[in-house]
């Protein structure tokens, strides 16, 4: 892992896009991931924009990536294409770039609500992890542009058959704003508790410091 950079993608990351698309592409048509194909030009402007993850090994070898969508006026944001060659599986990578996004998300659009569609186990950890709860699709976004986009995926039929309220895929949702305010209070937490550590240590001393001097004296006073 400490040869592995994960970074916000930029111009001299471009290179990687046509490695980037074959592996999207591939992963798309495997049942069970759920996973839609891109291509290249649109990745290549999510780079652009400031709204991808990358993850590069040893300094030139594509190692993972992911990048950010946002739908409805930008109230909804999903954290898209999250994909790991397979011998850089199994070592904490992919959590790391979801992490990464996640938090970059968060930036970007402070007031949106992070969601997601899943038929990974993996992926789904990953999001319970950052604070994702299961919902129904019907708490997600209704923007006819972001369901387009699942045309792509093994399991579409279904979506379509039951107008979009149901599929394989887990619906998923975290909201932004009770996210800051819960990382807000556990900030301030942390901030209590280890102020509240350094009180009890100093005067942890002092009392030491006291206690040390009250002996000295008594040894004194017994000398003469």
């Known amino acids: 892992m400490k040869k ?6 930029g111009k001299e990351h471009l290179g990687y896009v046509p490695e980037i698309e074959k592996a ?6 495997i049942k069970g991931t759920g996973l839609a194909k891109r ?8 780079i652009l924009e ?3 993850i990358i993850a590069i090994f040893d300094k030139k070898k594509f190692a993972g990536f ?3 969508e946002s739908w409805g006026h930008k109230r909804f944001v ?3 294409g999250l994909i790991v060659p397979e011998e850089f599986r199994g070592m904490g990578l992919a959590f790391n770039i979801k992490r990464k996004a996640f938090n970059l998300s968060r930036i970007l659009f402070p007031t ?3 969601f997601g569609l899943t038929t990974s186990l993996a992926v789904m950890k990953l999001n319970s992890a950052l604070g994702y709860k299961p919902v129904t699709f019907s708490e997600l976004t209704d923007d006819d542009e972001f369901w387009k986009g699942c045309q792509t995926c093994a399991y579409y039929d279904i979506l379509f058959r039951t107008n979009r309220t149901h599929c394989l895929c887990t619906a998923m949702l975290c909201d932004n704003k009770k996210a800051r305010r819960n990382g807000k209070k556990i900030h301030k937490i942390k901030g209590q508790l280890i102020g509240r550590f350094v009180k009890e240590s100093l005067g942890k001393g002092k009392r030491q410091k006291a206690e040390g001097k009250r002996e000295e004296v008594e040894e004194v006073k ?3």
């Open 4 to 9: 592995i950079k994960v970074t916000i993608a």
């Open 24 to 29: 999207i592409l591939f992963a798309s048509k």
């Open 39 to 46: 291509s290249g030009k649109y990745i290549k402007e999510k």
């Open 50 to 52: 400031g709204k991808a």
């Open 66 to 68: 992911c990048y950010i």
């Open 78 to 80: 999903a954290n898209s």
């Open 112 to 114: 949106a609500k992070l």
């Open 222 to 224: 017994m000398r003469k």
